[in-house]
């Protein structure tokens, strides 16, 4: 941010007219983050079985048609199968002409045409015949799995993400169901997380600071201004103004309880001039009413406390991030402060344009000097743990002090699983949500099933031909996540329960496994806003599983 | 364009095997699910009235729409679309390239679909839905939107309510509408008369507050108040002869001049090129991934309804993707004095005191009415006629005269207004 004035007209490039509606989300720093990364798509593992195509990947490439289309640096498709007559049906990304042909290559080709500025690659492999290559992996930002996969090439895959610290998506997308699930590194610490404007005004009226205590002081005249003056003295300078002189009749301090402030906003209310011709005046109407928000002392959010008391902020090394080196030098100015820096936006008020031009500046000012402080214990920091790389911009400095009160930590979890190694607090979490008739978890769960199911037709050299309709096939399989889920504790599991989990199987298995064009297309669009929170490092990121029913046009969120 | 070559069962079209084709889809088709009714009778009968099912689709979210009906089964599509292709849509208009800019919308949207899924019949019109009249839209059996103006939502949701015939249940054409913002977007399903209108829920998406005018024109504090000023003031002021474009390059660059020159007058930061177009066009942000979202979800529904192979949405969906993904799913309400479907006034609280030029003023921006250009009168007399000039000659000097000179408390007015072609009644209260 630079105060100074841009010295000439500059219109937009081409670039920024193309991308023009959604740099207003993510700003350039989010566009670059973008073009600087390449994302994996692994869309299919091989044929289900014999006479079987496998996956049809439809979800997985809509994905990709929504990074496409704002600008992702690269993908990668790896997907073994061979375009079939369903595929047609179903991709939009395929023509007559690709019949027969590589499904990686076809796709891949026609989501290039979607935007000259990314650069696309295809492999009609196994993705485990890719990963022998150690540099393989490490080329891309992202992993995007569309399941239902074998679990020998899911698990050393999310391991080898894990070690890597790549971000991962895994899907299902079956008949009128999708589920999705996120595997983020072990500590993925966002700083702008984009809270709404309105509810995340820190004004710091009773946190002021001199400049602003004296330009309060100034209103010791208030009486003797004319109406058109009184009627325009920013608000926030009449609500400090005000609040000296309650202090004066209340030994000293400010309103602190709800009592307290609803009769110091009656105290303000009764200060407006009504003899006027509007019979009332619109900037005490502005201060009535932010009273209850604004007169708060400064208060450190628990979730900014958990961070500061994070070990990564606490000890730092030479390889710390920059994220924590800057949260570590904010923690100290909250130390010798007990505040956060200013973040200095003022939001419009009834006012002259000079008047609040002033006050503002007075916000900015003190903002500008906050970052000077927390600048330098960085520069201190940098040199007390030795570190290498180059110095931390200012800009990511300043931003940081911005958005001080809202910065995040998501503790990466692995893709949630039902199965012999599964975490015991994950299948608990998935017992109790059984508990609550409206759950969607009952379709987490038959995904799991179907996964268990796909898992055995692609490892298992079985006799028979088994198909992925195979009734005994679902039964065991059935029995035996149900048994996983219960196991622990030995509860069996109550029938309502059941009941719903029955339901999402036969609505599973009424699809054979396969997509509907609708359902991928909604899925595709939810994991690529996903991915591009993760590469933009910007929003709040899903953690970590989403569940889509089409039937019923629900969603919900679990961290399972 | 010549249309009879993909149709159907002409000798020309390709020889596709319709089953392995279509797979996925006749699966869900062919058998009942959990949530499916009792009485359903799935198989042929069911693929055969999805595939013969008109359909009619605008608006923004029109390449997404065009390309999910296709691949849901349906043969015969009907698209309207006014605009053309400009720069700013390739980043999620995903059927435009660089060289198809300047080109109308519908066809080249029409004509890409229709020559990537094989079978499929897309007719496009390029021009305002308002072109058309209520035998056009008789003919669809289901009419989807994803249009980006509230004007024109309330218009065809009006229509397709006018359309309402008791004694012939196919002139009751369900009404699938989405709508997207940023991250954000709703999708919704209306029965015309049966279920909540769009005008029923009008005050669940209020417009956004505007700047008073004396702001503008003498204190501005916010870098867009000056862009306000350069638009609205000094534009007129100084290139009155001009009908300003904000297509137009030069224009927009002359009122950001304008804006940056009174922002240093004022010592206001932050006035950009950017920023200039934004307020200027009233641009609101728009992502694929949102667009897809919504897209799939509204044509999931027409789906639904068109083969009853699962229930549809009833009636509405909120969606939201800044913090992982967060949907909300409700009926929303009918109400009674909905003027559009309704059969009582609406109640308005207003301020006697008021005149009715002030009235007249608000109820652009009033959350329940949104009416831009109000004509209005009383069961005994006109307030305010915009047309003919006669009648608003005559009718003028009641805009200057307080409401309670024109009107008793709690009597009803009726409002017209050129963007739609019904009337919204009205009670007014004094406060």
């Not at chain 1, 023009?20 to 091989?46: P, Y």
Request: aromatic fraction near 8%.
């Amino acid at each position: 941010m630079t105060d100074a004035f841009p010295a000439a007209l500059t219109g937009p490039t081409s670039k920024e007219r193309k991308y023009d509606r959604q740099l207003r989300l993510w700003a350039a720093t989010g566009q670059q983050a973008l073009e600087d990364s390449r994302v994996l798509l692994v869309n299919s593992d091989g044929p289900l079985a014999q006479h079987s195509t496998g996956v049809s990947g439809v979800a997985g490439v809509e994905a990709l048609k929504n990074l496409v289309l704002p600008g992702i640096g690269g993908f990668t498709i790896v997907d073994p199968a061979t375009v079939t007559e369903s595929d047609l049906g179903v991709n939009f990304f395929l023509e007559e002409e690709s019949l027969g042909k590589s499904r990686a290559e076809e796709t891949c080709r026609l989501l290039r045409e979607l935007n000259p500025d990314v650069q696309g690659y295809h492999y009609s492999k196994r993705i485990s015949d890719l990963t022998v290559d150690p540099d393989f992996l490490p080329r891309h930002k992202l992993i995007i799995i569309s399941g239902p996969i074998r679990r020998s090439t899911l698990a050393p895959l999310c391991w080898q993400a894990k070690q890597l610290g790549i971000p991962v998506l895994y899907l299902h997308s079956v008949g009128f169901f999708s589920t999705f699930s996120v595997q983020l590194p072990a500590e993925f610490p966002i700083v702008e997380t984009h809270p709404d404007p309105e509810s995340t005004q820190d004004l710091r009226l009773l946190n002021s600071w001199p400049e602003l205590v004296a330009a309060a002081s100034k209103l010791e005249t208030l009486d003797t201004l004319d109406d058109h003056q009184h009627g325009h003295v920013p608000y926030i300078l009449l609500l400090l103004h005000f609040l000296e002189q309650w202090k004066q009749t209340h030994d000293g301090s400010a309103p602190s309880n709800y009592k307290q402030k609803t009769e110091f906003r009656e105290f303000v209310r009764g200060q407006a001039r009504t003899s006027n011709p509007e019979g009332g005046e619109e900037n005490f109407d502005e201060a009535v009413s932010a009273v209850l928000k604004t007169i708060s002392p400064f208060e450190l959010r628990s979730s900014i406390r958990d961070i500061f008391n994070m070990e990564e902020c606490q000890q730092l090394t030479s390889a710390s991030q920059d994220f924590w080196i800057i949260a570590s030098a904010i923690k100290s100015f909250h130390g010798s402060h007990g505040v956060l820096p200013l973040p200095g936006s003022l939001p419009d008020m009834k006012a002259q344009s000079a008047d609040y031009v002033a006050l503002q500046n007075i916000y900015k000012a003190k903002a500008r000097k906050d970052v000077e402080e927390v600048t330098a214990t960085v520069r201190q920091l940098e040199s007390q743990i030795g570190r290498q790389s180059p110095a931390i911009l200012d800009r990511e400095i300043e931003v940081f002090c911005k958005n001080a009160a809202h910065i995040k930590v998501v503790r990466g979890r692995s893709i949630p699983q039902i199965s012999i190694d599964s975490d015991a607090s994950t299948l608990k979490k998935i017992r109790n949500e059984l508990n609550s008739e409206d759950s969607l978890v009952p379709i987490f769960i038959a995904t799991q099933i179907l996964d268990s199911v796909v898992d055995e037709i692609q490892s298992n050299n079985l006799e028979k031909e088994r198909s992925i309709d195979d009734s005994a096939l679902w039964h065991s399989h059935t029995e035996r996540i149900l048994a996983l889920l219960t196991g622990g504790d030995g509860v069996a599991m109550d029938t309502a329960a059941r009941e719903q989990i029955a339901r999402a199987i036969k609505e599973v298995r009424r699809a054979q496994g396969g997509e509907l064009h609708n359902i991928s297309s909604l899925t595709g669009g939810l994991v690529a806003q996903e991915a591009l929170k993760v590469i933009t490092r910007q929003y709040g990121p899903l953690d970590n599983t989403s569940v889509f029913d089409g039937a019923r046009s629900r969603t919900e969120m679990y961290r399972l | 364009m010549d249309l009879d070559a993909e149709t159907p069962g002409s000798p020309e079209a390709p020889v596709v095997d319709q089953q392995g084709r279509w797979k996925h889809l006749y699966n869900v088709l062919s058998k009942p699910g959990p949530y499916t009714d009792e009485d359903w009778v799935p198989g042929p009968e069911t693929i055969q009235s999805l595939e013969s099912s008109k359909i009619f689709g605008a608006g923004g979210l029109g390449c997404e729409i065009l390309k999910n009906l296709a691949l849901s089964g349906f043969k015969d599509i009907h698209v309207i679309d006014m605009d053309t292709i400009d720069i700013s849509n390739l980043n999620r208009q995903f059927l435009f390239r660089q060289a198809d800019i300047g080109k109308p919308k519908a066809e080249v949207a029409a004509a890409f679909v229709q020559k990537r899924v094989k079978g499929v019949t897309i007719t496009p019109y390029v021009g305002k839905i308002q072109d058309k009249d209520e035998d056009y839209y008789m003919q669809f059996k289901i009419v989807i939107c994803g249009l980006d103006s509230i004007e024109a939502r309330r218009w065809i949701n009006a229509t397709l309510i006018s359309m309402v015939d008791m004694e012939d249940p196919e002139s009751l054409k369900p009404l699938v509408d989405g709508g997207t913002e940023g991250f954000k977007g709703q999708a919704r399903v209306i029965l015309p008369t049966l279920s909540s209108c769009i005008e029923c829920q009008l005050d669940m998406h209020a417009p956004r507050p505007a700047v008073p005018l004396c702001t503008i024109a003498t204190i501005p504090r916010q870098p867009q108040h000056c862009i306000e000023w350069a638009h609205q003031i000094a534009w007129q002021e100084k290139r009155k002869d001009d009908t300003f474009d904000s297509d137009d390059m030069e224009h927009i660059s002359w009122v950001y001049n304008a804006a940056y020159e009174r922002a240093q007058h004022f010592h206001i930061h932050g006035v950009t090129f950017q920023m200039t177009q934004g307020v200027v066009k009233n641009i609101i942000p728009a992502i694929a991934s949102t667009n897809a979202v919504i897209a799939a979800s509204t044509t999931s529904e027409v789906l639904k309804i068109a083969s009853s192979c699962n229930p549809y949405l009833d009636n509405y969906m909120m969606y939201a993707g800044e913090e992982g993904v967060y949907t909300y799913t409700f009926e929303a309400e009918k109400k009674s004095d909905c003027p559009v479907c309704g059969n009582l006034a609406r109640k308005m609280n207003v301020d006697r005191n008021m005149t009715l030029g002030e009235f007249i003023e608000s109820l652009g921006e009033r959350a329940e009415s949104q009416l831009k250009k109000p004509s209005m009168r009383t069961e005994e007399k006109t307030l305010y006629q915009r047309f003919p000039p006669q009648l608003e000659e005559s009718t003028r000097h009641n805009l200057e005269l307080k409401l309670a000179d024109l009107i008793e408390d709690g009597q009803e007015i009726a409002v017209s207004d050129p963007a739609y072609t019904i009337d919204f009644r009205f009670r007014l209260n004094f406060n």
